[in-house]
């Protein structure tokens, strides 16, 4: 049973930055795509950013140029640095397989506000 553990997550101001971390146990982590997901109060849980093993990354038109995902295969972690924050980025962050396939974490609240 792979238990996925995301942290870093807080309030900031526009404009602000955060580093997310989201470590995964259980499984061969190396393998999977990995992603970042998020879910805004009363909207569905959409995909931000994946990353597959050998680097190659893939990013939302919304967060594109302002968020970066990396990966730590040695420790079984991902990362989101998220850079340049708006008001729009406030949601719950999760981390997961691009398609999902594991049991979702607790998720880490972002808030973006002044």
């Known amino acids: 049973q792979v238990q996925l553990v995301e942290s870093g997550g807080g309030l900031v101001q526009p404009g602000g930055s955060l580093r997310l971390s989201c470590a995964a146990s259980?499984?061969?982590?190396?393998?999977?795509?990995m992603g970042w997901y998020r879910q805004a109060p009363g909207k569905q849980r959409e995909l931000v950013a994946d990353i597959i093993s050998n680097g190659y990354t893939y990013y939302a038109d919304s967060v594109k140029g302002r968020f970066t995902i990396s990966r730590d295969n040695a420790k079984n972690t991902v990362y989101l640095q998220m850079n340049s924050l708006i008001p729009e980025d406030t949601a719950v962050y999760y981390c997961?397989?691009?398609?999902?396939?594991w049991g979702w974490g607790q998720g880490t609240q972002v808030t973006v506000s002044s």
């Open positions: 259980g499984s061969i982590f190396s393998i999977y795509v």
């Open positions: 997961n397989t691009v398609p999902d396939k």
